[in-house]
């Protein structure tokens, strides 16, 4: 087994410009360089170097059931995501992982699935979307719905897969902006507050919500208001990590380390933990 510790080179084969709005997101095409392919599950993570900037944990974008390349999506907000993005096809860079653990896929066959994602909180619930919708995994998994949501329409991640997806049995999707926006004739409000005008059959459902931490907080808090156990209520939880192993503490909520521990998490785990998550 390779080292944790070590990475392995990768080569960007694309790069694709998601938003065009304040918010600069892009997803970066990867390929190993030796050929091999990198197997993970949704919901899991790889620590990404750019020689000279640092490391930084990005959970993956892509379906784990493609094995030809991986994908991840970055926001550009620091030193190790600004140089991330000033690269083009053909730079390398270096992935060690895959890290933590991932979505109860087997756990959830049979039940319908309610996704929630705000904003860049899309990119770690494309795999699992992805996942189910694989003509090999298809029949196992209820009714889907996503329930997707951006300040503006600029702000949007992934359109191109929204015709895809609608292409996919029993699959639903609501997009809504945080504000009234010129052009805009779609829906309005948080997740939240939407999520009480929508069909919601609590006793077969699994919701997966992923997005900034004040968003996840209101949006399990209305689930379970709705019915959704506790335990059915799984969210994603990237915000803190670093190392990816829990030796450097960043990610330490409690007595829970969420690189090691997570990052996915049930809100049954969660009203364990201490409110700092």
Known sequence: MDSIYLPRAYLITDVIQETDGEVDVKTFRLAAKSGESLDFMPGQFVELTVPGFGEAPFGF???PKN????ELS???VGVVTQAVHDLSPGDAVWLRGPFGNSFPVR???GANILYVAGGLGLAPLRPLIDYVFHPENREKYGKTKLLSAARTPADFIYKYDVGRWKECRDF?????IDAPYKSWEGRVGFPHELLKTMEILPDSLYAVVCGPPIMIKYTARALKELGVCESRI??????RMSCGVGKCGKCNIGRRYVCVDGPVMRLSDLAQMPDEY
């Open 61 to 63: 974008a892509s379906s």
């Open 107 to 109: 756990e959830m066959e």
């Open 172 to 176: 639903e999707i609501f997009q809504t």
């Open 74 to 76: 970055i926001k550009r």
């Open 67 to 70: 094995k030809d390349y991986v």
């Open 234 to 239: 799984i969210t994603t939880l990237e915000m």
